[in-house]
């Protein structure tokens, strides 16, 4: 049984968790897919519009999710679904819950997969290493069973299959697994699209020279493009942007369809975030940056001007 | 109280690699321990330097050559550091089985451990030597205070960050923002040559082969147009634009 694990931010199921459903359909291979949504029980209905199996879990000490909690969760609802594939997305989320169920399992982790394929206890997958500059292949070789981290934004969304049916679960958490207490907590992006699931981003780097002009020229383009908006490190140690919008190495990794680079030199680290996006655009005044070295379209120029010319120009080509 | 740094060596990240039939191929590429990790090894050392009566200890887990890593690190601040020696490239579920026997033998009451991987961009380690352990996480750290049997941190989430209170021991992973990372001064380095490296074999460890095999390795860089648009901004403005609908079809 492969089962996929989502929590359900907002009470709605997040874009990753359609592409999990697509991952999950495509190892079963017309075998039976269940999932875990984490959350409120309206989100387990809308998953229910997907896959045949869905448990609900909503309980209180999973809101906001914590590590602990959640994987004691999934642990016991892949004891009762019988799983031996565990299926999460690779946010950070994901990445913090993965592990530690893969070691409860006693099960292999292949992580961040951007394809994958096989049967349980032989899968192959594909995914990126060295700051996403080598592609690799792993296949598992050992382990009572395989949890699995999916990267965002790469697997289409699945097809709806109605018919689901849901299962209440009440969640068995102990004191160890709720013995971390959250704090404040700030989401940090208002009503622009999320940077991870964006199909247009667009990030700015030192070039601008202050968080006003960065603002200034990021902020109407991303709005113009309906796209997310990335930061490079430098940026975000200024403390001009927060480190929601960070894309590189300590970052968020995206691949958008189109990524633009404004006033971004292109540090290793911040290229390691966005490499893989399908078509990259840079505008920068020093035409030796090494950002230039992997665009589709450059500009050398002033970010500051040229920016809010093209975001103009792209007002004007989509009003048409 | 003691503090374990977990560290790496891997590729420095301006060093070009490439890739052979066998994988990639590390031969002549200047090594570097792992900038995630050595937020690690500075918070260990402000936490001493705030008062805290703290012992570092390094360990790491990997070939001969990360010793200079290793050395790195006592050269940084750590009191001593322990290798657990091996040419296998064990997954980091195995890895963390390994290295929480040393951490339970040591009875360390924090590691901290760099949040991904420079090598496998992998963010596993951390969270999964937590589970092994039975302790409590935090990933993405940008902020630690001890406060009592408890610490406090602020670390990322998806949409934003978050202020979290856990008791001690637990596992930190870090990240930048943190801390800013000190250089190492020349009679620290000297300093270091003397410092206890206790050296461990795998083998005493019962770690098997590993749970995952990487089977292929390519560099694919996608071939980029590099094209260069000129002209006076509303010009290129214009220009870009319609290369991105007509050409690249992405608008």
């Not at chain 1, 959250?182 to 699209?193: D, F, P």
């Not at chain 1, 902020?219 to 403390?239: F, I, Q, Y």
């Not at chain 2, 301006?14 to 590429?29: C, K, M, Q, Y």
């Amino acid at each position: 049984m492969i089962l996929l694990v989502t929590t359900a931010p907002g009470g709605n199921l997040p874009k990753s968790a359609r592409e999990l459903v697509t991952v999950a359909r495509q190892l079963a291979g017309g075998g039976p897919v269940a999932a875990a949504v984490i959350g409120p029980e309206s989100a387990a209905s809308q998953m229910a519009e997907y896959v045949p199996q869905v448990y609900s879990l909503s309980a209180a000490e999973l809101e906001p999710a914590r590590a602990e909690a959640v994987t004691a969760a999934v642990q016991q609802v892949a004891a009762q679904a019988g799983a031996t594939t565990v299926l999460m997305a690779a946010n950070r989320l994901g990445q913090s819950v993965a592990p530690r169920v893969a070691v409860r399992l006693n099960a292999a982790l292949l992580e961040d997969v951007i394809k994958v394929s096989g049967t349980a206890g032989a899968y192959e997958a594909v995914r990126y290493s060295y700051l996403s500059r080598v592609t690799e292949t792993v296949r598992t070789v050992g382990g009572d069973a395989t949890v699995i981290t999916v990267k965002p934004n790469v697997f289409p969304v699945a097809d709806a299959q109605p018919g689901g049916s849901v299962t209440s679960v009440a969640p068995q958490l102990d004191a160890t697994a709720t013995r971390v207490q959250v704090g404040q907590r700030s989401a940090a992006t208002g009503g622009r699209v999320k940077l991870e699931e964006a199909g247009v981003v667009v990030g700015g780097g030192r070039g601008f020279g202050s968080a006003e002009a960065f603002a200034q020229v990021v902020e109407p383009m991303a709005d113009a493009l309906n796209a997310g908006v990335a930061s490079t490190r430098a940026v975000v140690d200024a403390g001009w942007r927060p480190y929601a919008e960070q894309v590189g190495q300590t970052g968020k990794s995206v691949a958008p369809e189109l990524y633009i680079a404004l006033g971004i030199s292109g540090a290793v680290q911040h290229l390691s975030g966005m490499n893989r996006s399908k078509v990259i655009v840079a505008i920068n005044k020093d035409a030796d940056a090494p950002i230039f070295r992997i665009v589709d379209y450059g500009v050398v120029g002033d970010v500051n001007q040229v920016g809010p010319a093209l975001t103009e120009a792209i007002k004007a080509a989509k009003g048409s | 109280m003691k503090l374990i740094t977990v560290l790496k060596q891997v590729p420095d990240a301006e060093a070009r690699i490439r890739a052979g039939s066998g994988g990639v191929d590390l031969d002549g590429v200047t090594f570097v321990i792992d900038g995630m990790d050595e937020y690690g090894v500075e918070e260990a050392i402000r936490l001493r330097e705030a008062g805290n009566d703290v012992e570092i200890v390094a360990l790491a887990l990997g070939p001969a050559r990360y010793e200079e890593a290793i050395r790195t690190a006592l050269a940084l601040g750590a009191d001593r550091a322990i290798h657990v020696e091996t040419d296998t490239d064990l997954d980091p579920i195995s890895q963390a089985r390994v290295l929480a026997q040393v951490v339970q033998h040591e009875g360390a009451d924090m590691v901290l451990v760099g949040g991904k991987q420079a090598d496998w961009d992998s963010a596993a380690l951390g969270p999964a030597l937590a589970e092994v352990l039975g302790w409590p996480h935090s990933d993405w750290t940008t902020k630690l205070e001890l406060a009592g049997a408890n610490v406090t941190v602020e670390h990322d989430t998806d949409d934003g960050h978050e202020s979290l209170t856990m008791p001690l021991p637990a596992v930190i992973t870090t990240q930048q923002g943190l801390n800013e990372p000190r250089y190492p001064t020349l009679p620290n380095i000297m300093k270091a040559k003397r410092k206890e490296l206790a050296k461990r074999s795998l083998d005493e460890f019962g770690a098997g082969s590993g749970l995952t095999q990487i089977v292929d390795q390519q560099i694919q860089t996608r071939e980029r147009l590099g094209k260069m648009v000129e002209g006076d901004p509303a010009t290129a403005a214009a220009e870009l634009v319609r290369l991105l609908q007509n050409e690249a079809k992405v608008l």
